[in-house]
Antibody, heavy 119, light 107 residues
Framework: EAQLVESGGALVQPGGSLRLSCTAS????????MNWVRQAPGKGPEWVSS????????YYTDSVKGRFTISRDNAEESLFLQMDSLTADDTALYYCARATGWYGSLDCWGQGTLVTVSS | EIVLTQSPATLSVSPGERATLSCRASQSVSNHLAWYQQKPGQAPRLLIY???PRATGIPARFSGSGSGTEFTLTISSLQSEDFAVYYCQQYNNWPRTFGQGTKLEIK
C-alpha cells in the first residue's frame, strides 16, 4: 500500500526557517511527480509546489516563490520543502501528495505536518 | 490563475437522497479536473479524476461529469459516511488550484 509520512513541522518565529520531509513507501517513488499542498486552519487546500520525477521541472505558487525550495532524493524515497522567511500566512498543515502524472490528480496524500508561524 | 467556484457552499441532504455538487472554472481546464472528499482530521481523498473516472476503491454511487468550465459531482444515494467537505481541483494550468469547497451535511 502506498504511504506518505511527513515530518518537520514546528512552531517557528516570523522570519524563521523550517525544512519539511516526506518519506514514501509502498510504491516506486522515482516514478512519480510529487507535490506539497497546504491547508490553513478552517480553509481549503492550497497547492504549494510540484517537482517532476527527475527534479528537472519545478513549479511554485507565487506566494512562496523565492522563499520555498522543493527537492527530492529518489534514492532515499524522500521529498523535501525548505521554507525560509516564514510569515504568519504560511501557518498551515502541510501535506505531501503523489501525482498520477505531470497533468495528474493527487491520488495519495500523507497525514500532514503542522507549521505554525508565530512570535 | 484559474479560479474554481463551487456551489453551493453548504448542501443539506437526507441519507438515501441524491446530492449534486457543482464546480465552475474561470477558463477551460479541458477534463483535467479532480474531486476530493475531506473528513475532519483527515487528508483529502481522491474520488474522481479526469472529470469522470472514479479513483480506485471509490463506490459507484459517486459519479463525475463535465468538461471545459462546468463540472458536476453526483452522489446517487447518500450514505452516512459521505457527509464531508468536497473540493474540486484543476490540473490543467499552473498554478494548480482548488475550489473553496462544498460542505455536505445531514438534513
Amino acid at each position: 500500500e502506498a504511504q506518505l509520512v511527513e515530518s518537520g513541522g514546528a512552531l517557528v518565529q516570523p522570519g524563521g526557517s523550517l525544512r519539511l520531509s516526506c518519506t514514501a513507501s509502498g510504491f516506486t517513488f522515482s516514478n512519480f511527480d510529487m507535490n506539497w499542498v497546504r491547508q490553513a486552519p478552517g480553509k481549503g487546500p492550497e497547492w504549494v509546489s510540484s517537482i517532476s520525477t527527475s527534479s528537472h521541472t519545478i513549479y511554485y505558487t507565487d506566494s512562496v516563490k523565492g522563499r520555498f525550495t522543493i527537492s527530492r532524493d529518489n534514492a532515499e524515497e524522500s521529498l523535501f520543502l525548505q521554507m525560509d522567511s516564514l510569515t504568519a500566512d504560511d501557518t498551515a498543515l502541510y501535506y505531501c501528495a503523489r501525482a498520477t502524472g505531470w497533468y495528474g490528480s493527487l491520488d495519495c496524500w500523507g497525514q500532514g505536518t503542522l507549521v505554525t508561524v508565530s512570535s | 490563475e484559474i479560479v474554481l467556484t463551487q456551489s453551493p457552499a453548504t448542501l443539506s441532504v437526507s441519507p438515501g437522497e441524491r446530492a449534486t455538487l457543482s464546480c465552475r472554472a474561470s477558463q477551460s481546464v479541458s477534463n483535467h479536473l479532480a474531486w476530493y472528499q475531506q473528513k475532519p482530521g483527515q487528508a483529502p481523498r481522491l474520488l474522481i479524476y479526469g472529470a469522470s473516472p472514479r479513483a480506485t476503491g471509490i463506490p459507484a454511487r459517486f459519479s463525475g461529469s463535465g468538461s471545459g468550465t462546468e463540472f458536476t459531482l453526483t452522489i446517487s444515494s447518500l450514505q452516512s459516511e459521505d457527509f464531508a467537505v468536497y473540493y474540486c481541483q484543476q490540473y490543467n494550468n499552473w498554478p494548480r488550484t482548488f475550489g473553496q469547497g462544498t460542505k455536505l451535511e445531514i438534513k
